[in-house]
């Protein structure tokens, strides 16, 4: 079953992460440019590597020219969560 969960995208980052935040959501940062769709390739790319599991299994629902995006992930939402707070080292 997949998961829907909604990010904030902050293009042009000096780094790449992913921060939980309190309500559930993701702050997703990555260092390409928001033209032509790389940056939104680039969170998909980050979340599946991050995740353990294949870009193909990550997929942008919506906000394909904003900021806030909802995501849809290849995981139960416990499963996704649990692999995000478990591995703070890694989300950096």
């Known amino acids: 079953m997949a998961t829907r969960i909604t ?13 939980l935040r309190d309500d559930g959501s993701l702050t ?8 032509e ?4 390739e680039a969170v998909c790319d980050l979340l599946g590597e991050r995740l353990g599991i294949a870009k193909r299994d990550v ?3 919506s906000g394909h020219r904003n900021r806030n995006k909802v995501l849809e992930v290849a995981l139960e939402r416990e499963d996704l969560l649990t692999r995000l707070a478990g591995s703070s080292d890694s989300l950096q």
Do not use: W
Request: charged share 30%.
């Open 37 to 40: 769709g790389k940056a939104n």
């Open 59 to 61: 997929r942008l629902v």
């Open 28 to 35: 997703v940062k990555v260092t390409v440019a928001a033209e």
């Open 7 to 19: 990010a904030h995208v902050q293009p042009k980052a000096r780094t790449r992460e992913i921060a």
